[in-house]
């Protein structure tokens, strides 16, 4: 039998460290991408600890040379990839978080994880996610990408006015489902996912969910099956009180 391979980039902790650990205890063989070698090799001895079969990888998604490095690691040892989940994100707010006050070079570095990053990371993979059987990749997405739930005045988040951050996870719904539309043909499924807000050191542990709640978005479109859907922001539904369920983009 084949080992099923998993990516999971920014998996040392949080979210992704959560979704690694799921999908190596449904047998996968999991590839955590961490951009500092102790805090990814710390993870690794903590997975495996727990009879995870997961393994560090050296990946800044920040760097295109770092991503195909982790290409020929996938081509080399295993020759195919069946899930990528692209979980590495960041947060960064200028001053107050208006809009008028958003300054370039944190639009920019945001974006360079949370848009480029994604890109750089897929297109390296995807000619080995094309040789899986039916490959899954998941964009770790936000409902602050959702021009419809940001919008809306009855919602939970319509104070929220802070451009970096949803911006750059609005312009990964539409990576994802332009990517989904390039797929259609291939057993590929594409999808984003909305983990919901999770206490992780992303929000000083703010969230009311846990890490582990978040990852059963991801693990939950990462192992859809062959007849599943592609092309939807799917995860948690703040706004119709908590469940899963299709978010509008
Ligand atoms: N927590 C929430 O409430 C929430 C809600 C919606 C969506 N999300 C999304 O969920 C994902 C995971 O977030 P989290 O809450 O688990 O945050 P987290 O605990 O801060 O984890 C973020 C992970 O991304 C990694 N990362 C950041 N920049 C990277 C880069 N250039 N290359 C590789 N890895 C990088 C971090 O590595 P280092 O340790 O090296 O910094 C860390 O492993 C993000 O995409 C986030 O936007 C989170």
Redesign the pocket.
């Known amino acids: 039998m084949t080992t099923t391979i998993a990516l999971i980039?920014?998996?040392?902790?949080?979210?992704?460290?959560a979704t690694a650990r799921q999908l190596g205890a449904r047998g996968m063989t999991v590839l955590l991408?961490?951009?500092?070698e102790t805090?990814g090799r710390e993870a690794e001895r903590t997975l495996r600890a727990e009879g995870v079969d997961a393994r560090f990888v050296s990946?800044?998604?920040?760097?295109e040379k770092s991503a195909a490095a982790v290409a020929e690691l996938v081509e080399r040892e295993y020759g195919h990839l069946d899930v990528l989940v692209?979980?590495?994100?960041?947060?960064r707010a200028d001053g107050t978080a208006l809009p008028s006050e958003t300054t370039l070079a944190t639009l920019r570095e945001v974006y360079?994880?949370?848009v480029f990053?994604v890109v750089a990371v897929t297109n390296a993979l995807l000619p080995l996610l094309r040789r899986a059987p039916a490959a899954r990749i998941v964009n770790?997405?936000?409902?602050?990408g959702s021009i419809a739930v940001m919008t809306d005045p009855r919602g939970a988040l319509f104070e929220l006015t802070s451009v970096p951050?949803p911006s750059s996870?609005t312009a990964l719904n539409m990576i994802t489902a332009m990517y989904a539309k390039e797929l259609r043909d291939t057993p590929i499924r594409v999808n984003a996912a909305?983990?919901?807000?999770?206490?992780?050191?992303?929000?000083h542990h703010s969230?009311f969910?846990t890490?582990e709640q978040?990852a059963e978005v991801s693990v939950h479109l990462a192992t859809l099956p062959a007849d599943g859907p592609s092309g939807l922001l799917w995860g948690y539904q703040m706004d119709a009180g908590g469940g899963y369920g299709v978010l509008p983009w």
Do not use: F, H, M, W
Request: net charge negative; glycine share 18%; charged share 20%.
């Open positions: 980039t920014g998996a040392n902790k949080g979210i992704g460290l991408g961490a951009r500092d805090r990946l800044d998604v920040t760097d692209n979980n590495a994100g960041i947060v360079e994880t949370n990053g770790v997405s936000s409902e602050v951050y996870k909305n983990p919901g807000y999770c206490a992780t050191d992303l929000n969230g969910r890490p978040g």
